[in-house]
């Protein structure tokens, strides 16, 4: 161990991925769980723990971080930190690391898989075909066409860029709504989620959830979307109000929805599980082997560089913008 000492001690703030705890382990004193497990060990080594391990759907709350007196950092593998209570950290110094970037592709491509298995409704062809329909009852009713349709991003970060791209070989056209406009890109600005809904046929979310995002789709932009439009979630529950879209799918207010993300995960209204149009997914969006290991192993390497007195590699911009 040259430049991390490993009686370092770092706190799980939740149950993480196998890739990520394997390496802290390895390198510092693993508290696993510690403040939900043992509750009395938690109260004698709070003093001590100097590092957070999260992940992008782990809460790291106010409460939590008021309760570690020595913390120095929270290193979150995901590039989601909505979990984690950024003022608090803030004002006690504490830097916030994620992981962006390593995995712009793979969010995409299951996007892109989303879209398609929305409109083409491959998961429901593939019951069709387990289920006998197909010899019982012959071909399964004809699906949408994606290639050449409209695609409306809500969101135009990392990930709405590597969408944007991939949907370019769809012949699909690009408009999409953000805070600011993006001049230099070569997709065209809409002000407002609920006008960019009414002109597309594919409504794609991928903003940041938070505060600022939440329930930024509502029954308004399902009303504009319409009957024919498809909405695709990839970006946090919170943001997708899912009391509205359950109703907008079960009335037909639009046609359909492919989801990633939930509001209360790992639970799934039963409501929206009976729907036939829709499609859902366990929260797989980076979910390859080689993108959450490189997710793990930059949420590890930012810990290491801070405890070896290093600058860490991807700090969240709240912190980059405090100068940490
Ligand atoms: C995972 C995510 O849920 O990156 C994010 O923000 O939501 C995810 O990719 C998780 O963070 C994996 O540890």
Redesign the pocket.
Known sequence: MSDAPSDIPVLTAAR??PL?TASLAARFTLLDRLHQTDPAAFERLAPTVRAVAA???SAVPGELIARLPALEIIS??????DGVDLPAALARGVVVT??PDV?NDE?ADTALGLMLCAARQLPQADRWVREGRWEREGPMPLARKMSGARLGLVGMGRIAKAIAHRAQAFGMSIAYTARSAKPELPYRHVATPAALAAEVDFLVVITPGGAGTRHLIDAVVLQALGPKGILVSVA?GSVVDEAALIDALERGVIGGAALD?FEDEPRVPERLRALSHVVLAP?V???TTQT?QA?ADLAFDNLVCHFGGRPVRTPVPECRAAGR
């Open positions: 993480l991925s990520y992940s992008g759907d979150v593998m995901g590039v989601g930190y994620h992981t995995l969010v946090r993300v929260h969006g980076s979910a959450r997710m």
